[in-house]
Structures are given as structure tokens and as C-alpha cells.
């Protein structure tokens, strides 16, 4: 008998949700350009934007109190000088130094507080990649103005971001002379290691909790920076074969691609090149006898935001110090 | 007469206290006058934002923490009852190793923002928790009855089967751990009362049902043999039994998450305290399901505030002291 029940308490439970579920319209696919109505009537220009999650966008003037969940977009916010518009961020956003005094909204165990959020009155947030659409649509439930900036997947792409971002809190303009400035940075790494022909071998470190079988960044891929801006720099990445884009690596692989450069990206988590120097096994590695292990901001290589040329410079920096002389 | 009630009236004037807890105890501080004049109505004017936080997020999530728990502690009877073992929970079976596997194989694929999108995590997890059970129960019949060491053996083989799955889509997945390990210690970002009217008919119709077979699973305690010749249809009142109460815990995890250790807690608590008649143990294992995971839950939310841990976390990392501490006390009675 309960086998004949069990579809209809589905099927039941289908239609309920159907029907009590918060209710969102479905995007109607648009272009991604601004629309800006004619402004002989409006004296505040409204703004329509498509984001990441195909969702509309419409502002009805510049946001003055934005909150933003995660390290990047806080980074590309400060970076286009919306500074004064912005009144919270999420715990893991940390840079510049001016982005700790402002209220923090949780997040650091993947869960944010939204009576928090709420309590800031913001007139829009700006969630990223990182976080899961419910938190996006469960804001929208409350009132809230939600903007999803789709994770950046390359240097170009963290251009449109900041242009994004730009429009979105009304301060074009500002993202053109910061494109600019960053582009000719960009152009000047490049043309440096045009000059080189010698690539040296790397092994950038994400976690050595287990140093028999560390964590390093593997194939470029959407969310990973750090292979492709290795490579930009003038470098080989030798987890750039690994099937994952964030992969463990054995140390006996290690040992057989025997990198001329060590990476410390988890030197935050105090990892230092005298503790991979007594590491057991790994003194048999050419970066570890010769001393060529350096620690790293890993923030400037895994936030898609203006920091990711910093990385570049700096990644370059380690790899062809004589071209920066 | 009045000594059988006391219980109840104990138990429900906790429920009430740890709802006026949890809706009062929040990262954003609400003062009690404002608090107390949101809950009469008066001067909604002055407090509109606090009367916002109260409604749109405080109250659904503690009604949402309260389904829960209650889901969970009614479940972790029954699931003890059919089993007849102290450590039966009502995860036993592969109702949470299966929502895993569910919510996790959906977090891995990038769903459109509409509707159904949104929907893809609560309902694979629910999907997949039902599967699991099928397939337990499937594997652990012989012919016409249903032997519970064949149950739990069936159960804990799928249940790692499901679990070593999760594991290997977590570690492939490329993007962020974070709302996978969330999700799987019981935190869930869904504000607002739209999941509880979904929630609300199973538990209301998981849980009503449960409250039936309280004299039954009184006479499964004899023995199958026993049970049989006093005129009860063991695998059958077994068979039901199990299906409901997994039922009820698949939709509780759906929306809420992995919460461990209030199932299995929950109705040991009340067995020590009232002893072991069914009939009472039951319908007080749903309500102190609901208070205990309410505390906890308080608990989770400040501890760090205003970060907010997976309260899965809390019932475990609290839990079991407290757990602990009650076993010693009552540990020359030999309750079970």
C-alpha cells in the first residue's frame, strides 16, 4: 500500500513546492549592454544589467551603501574608487587594509550571517563566483538588490569585471585609466620574458599538510590563475599536466620533474623554506639544495581581481630576477 | 493523571523558551523592548528593521530549526525502536550519505537561476536519499521478512558506497569546498519560510503517522516472535516504520543539511528520563528534537558571530559531552 502512496506524497510535495517556493521570474535573455533611458526625463539615470546568473539588474541610481561578499569584488571595488559607496564585506575580504574597518558579514565557515546583511540597509550587494546561488536568491526574498559577478577566467576577462563593476556603481571612467595603467604593466612583463628562451620548471605549493602528497595548482582551467599566470611569467608550472586544476601531486612525481623553483603559496599558513628544507625525502630536490624556495602572497595569483598583476610581476620577479635589475 | 502530563508540559515550556531564545539571539542585537514590541505589534513604525530580521529571517529559521530537530529526534526513535539498538540513528540506513551524494553531485553542475535551478540541490539531496533507502531496504529483504542485521549491514555497505562517491566529486570538482563541507555539517543559506511550507506537509504527515505506531513498536521490544503471536505483522509495522521516519529525515536534510547526533541523542535523553514506553517516547522525542536542536543552533550562531558555523558542528562538538555526562549519571540504571 505505501508503495502506491510514495508517488503521490511526491508528487504532492512537487506541487507544494511549486507553489510556495520563492517565487523568481525566469531571465529573459538580454544583451549585456547597460540601458541607459533618455535622460531629458530622468535626472538620476536608471541602470540595467544583465549578471552573471542571467538574472536583470536595475538601479535607480548610484548605489551609496554596496555590500560585497567576496575578497575580489571587494578588491575590484576599492580599485575603482568606490570606496565611499561601500558599507560591508564578507570575512575573507582582507585587502587594501582600509576594507578591514568595515563591518563584516560572516562567510568564513561558507555561511553568511543575512540578518547582518540586512541590518547594513544596503542598496545593493555584490556577490561572486564563490558564492552558491540560494545565498543569491534567498537575499533577493529579503528586498535586497543582489548583483552576481561571474568568476573572471582570465586577465582580459578581470577587465570586463572591473568595467562591470564600473558601470554598475556608476563610476565609469575610472575603470578606463585603471585598465590602461594595468594593460601597460601587463605588456611590460610580456615584453620582458619575450626576451628569454630558458623557462624554468616550478612547483607552486597550495597546502603541504601531508608532505608526501601536497596540494599544487594543476591544469589552467576557469578557476585557475596561478598555472597560466606562471606561464605568462616566463615559467613552466609541472602540475600544469594534472587533471584537475587544483590537484595533489606526489612527492615521488616531485622528485622526477625536480622543479628549479619552489613556490610557497600556503607561506600564509606558515610555511617557511627552512620547514620544506627538513621536510623528509625533499632534500633531494635541486630547488631545496640550492635554496631556491620562495614564500608567496598567494591572494595576488587566486582572487580575480586588479591584484592578479601584481602576481604577475611578482611571479616574474622570481623567476627572471636578472630582466628586473 | 497529572504526573503523565508533566512531561509534556515540561517539554513544551521548553520548546517555547528556546523559540523565544533563538528568535531573540541573532549576530545583529535586537534589544528586548524592541523585541517584545515586534512580537505585541506595537509602534511598528519606530522598528521596522528589527521587525523585518525578526520575520523574514529569525522566526522562518528557527521554524525551519525546529522542523528539523523535531524531524530528526522523532526519527531517531522510531529508527531505535525497529532496531532495537542503542546506536541506531536515523541516518542508519543511508538517509544522510545518500542526500550527500544527492546535494553534492548537484552542487557540481552550474544550474540556471530560475526556479528549478534553485531547486536542483534540496530536491537531488531528497532524491537521493530515498534512493539510498530503496536500495538498502532492496538488498536487506529475504523473501517476506525483513531482519535488521541484514538493515544495518545493507545500510553501513551503500552508506560508505555513497560517502566515498561524495568524497571523490568533492576532491574532482574544481570550484569552492566550502558550500559542499557546509552543506554536509548542516548549514544552509536559504532564509525565508518558503522551505518550511514545502517541509511542513511531510513532517506534519511523517511525524502524525510515527505517533501511530507507538503500541507497536511497544510489542517489536518482545522479540519478532513474540511481537507476532501478540498479533502484530512485524515486517510489515517494521517496513512502514522505516519508510516513514525516512521519508520525514529526507526532507528535513534537504533543506537543512547533514545534522548529526539529535537523532541519535534526542530520544536516549527522553528514554532515560521517562523510560522506554513508546507511546510517550515518541511524540517527546519529536519536541525535544526541536528544543535541543534550537539551543544548538542558538549556539552555532554565536559563538563566533558574526560568522555563523554549520550547526551540525555545535550538536556534535556539544552534543556529545552532554550526552556523555547524562550516560554516567544514569549509567547504574541500565536504561535500555
Known sequence: MFRKMIPTILAIGLLLSACNFTPLAAPEPTSTEPVLPATETATIPTLTLTDGLDRIVTLSGPPQRIISLTPATTEILFAIGAVDQIVGRDAFSDHPAEALALPDVGGSYGEYSQEAIVALQPDLVIAGGINPPELVASLESLGLTVFFLANPTSIDDMYTALSTLATLTYNEGNDITLIESLQARVAAVDEKIATISDYPTVYYELDATDPTLPYTAGRAGPTNFVTPLIERAGGVNIGSGLESEWASISLEQLIVADPYIIILGDSIYGETPEKVAARTGWSVLSAVQSGRIYPFNDSLVTRPGPRLVDGLEALARLLHPELFE | MRRRFLPYILI??????????????????IPPGDLWRVITGQSPRIITQAAFILTAIRLPHSVLTALTGAALGG????????????????????????????AVAAMAISWPYTFWGLAAVPLAAFLGALLTVFTVYALA????????????????????????LTSFLMLRS??????????LLGGSSQAGWGPIMILLPYLALGLGALLLFGHALNLLQFGDEQAQQLGLNVTRTRTLVLLIASLTTAAAVAFSGVIGFIGLIVPHIIRMWLGVDYRRLLPMSILGGAVVLLIADVLARVVLAPQELPVGIVTALAGAPFFLWILRKTKSQGYW
Open chain 2, 12 to 29: 513544551f515550556i521548553a520548546l517555547v523558551l528556546s523559540v523565544l531564545l533563538s528568535v531573540a539571539i541573532g549576530s545583529v542585537f
Open chain 2, 75 to 102: 526519527s531517531g526513535a522510531a529508527y531505535q525502536a525497529v532496531f532495537k539498538n542503542p546506536l541506531a540513528d536515523p541516518y542508519l540506513i543511508g538517509v544522510a550519505s545518500g542526500a550527500g551524494l544527492g
Open chain 2, 141 to 164: 529483504r529475504i523473501g517476506k521478512t525483513l531482519p535488521t542485521t541484514n538493515l544495518i549491514l545493507a545500510g553501513v555497505a551503500i552508506s560508505a558506497f555513497a560517502t566515498a
Open chain 2, 174 to 183: 574544481s570550484g569552492e569546498l566550502h558550500r559542499a563541507i557546509a552543506w
